[in-house]
């Protein structure tokens, strides 16, 4: 539980410090460690602290219609070709600046890049595995 406290503290510092720098906070409190400690004793701590998660059972909901919102807009956007290159609506030749390559991908290629899949995998089935008994 520690392991997931601190990865996700540091995935939302990472995500509140450009935020809070657009919505004008000051540079001097809108550090990534200030945020992560901010972020840390006001939301996972007390998060960390409850007894019975039924409590946020709502959210939970809350955020799997999220999610699913998401997934019916990125479906409906790879099919109808929003985003082809050249001919979509919201692409244009030229848009990014170095196109991706994986010519060193494989399945057997096992590399740094793949610990870290295999590290977020692993703490995923973990946190999944534990959720119920958290739950009760």
């Known amino acids: 539980c520690l392991a997931c ?3 996700y503290s540091g995935i939302l510092g ?15 409190w809108n550090g990534r460690t200030s945020n992560i400690i ?9 998060l960390s ?9 709502f959210t939970s ?24 290159i050249g001919t979509g609506k919201f692409a244009v030749e030229g848009v990014l600046k170095a196109m991706p390559s994986f010519e060193k991908s494989s399945l ?3 590399d740094f ?6 590290s977020n995998l692993g703490l995923a089935y973990i946190a999944h595995y ?3 008994n958290f739950y009760r």
Not at 38 to 46: K, Q, R, S
Not at 49 to 57: G, H, P, R, T, V
Not at 62 to 73: K, N, Q, R, S
Not at 113 to 118: G, K, N, P, R
């Open 108 to 110: 057997w290629n096992f």
């Open 113 to 118: 890049s793949s610990l870290v899949l295999a």
């Open 38 to 46: 901010a972020i840390t004793m006001a939301l996972l701590l007390p």
């Open 61 to 84: 909901i809350l955020g799997f219609g999220a999610i699913m919102y998401t997934v019916v807009f990125i479906v409906i956007r790879a099919l109808d070709g929003t985003y082809k």
């Open 14 to 28: 990472d995500v509140f410090t450009p935020l809070l720098a657009q919505a004008g906070f000051p540079d001097q």
């Open 5 to 7: 406290a601190v990865i």
């Open 49 to 57: 602290l409850i007894k019975d998660l039924s409590a946020l059972a």
């Open 130 to 132: 534990n959720g119920p």
